[in-house]
C-alpha cells in the first residue's frame, strides 16, 4: 500500500478577496467617523501651533489652562467640521461631488465666516 502525503488544509474564510465599487471604503470612514464624538486633530500638535501662535501675538502669556487648550481645540474642529458641511452643499448644488477651493471660499464668503478682526 502506498503512503499519500498529507497537505494542510486551507482554513475557513480565506477565499478570494472580494472586490467594491471604489469609495466605498471612503464613504464607511465618512460614517464611522460621523458617529464618533472625539476629536480627530491629535492633541500635541494642536497645543503646539496654539502655543506659537499666542507667543508671537502676546510673547508674555507663558501659562494657559488645560480646558482652554480643550475649549480651544472643540470649537476649532467644530467650525472646521461646519465649513466643510457648507463647502460640500455648495459642490453639490454646483453638480459635482469633488470639492473644490472655490466652494470653501463661496461658502465662506456666505456664511461671513473666518474674516479678519
Known sequence: MARTKQIAKR???????Q???PGTQALREIRRLQKTVNLLI???PFIRTVKEISNFHAPEVTRRQ???????QEAAEDFIVQMFEDSMLCAIH???VTLMKKDWELARRLGKKGQTW
Open 11 to 17: 482554513s475557513g474564510g480565506e477565499g478570494p478577496q
Open 19 to 21: 472586490h467594491r465599487k
Open 94 to 96: 454646483a453638480k459635482r
Open 42 to 44: 491629535p492633541a500635541a
Open 66 to 72: 488645560a480646558e482652554a487648550l480643550q475649549a480651544l
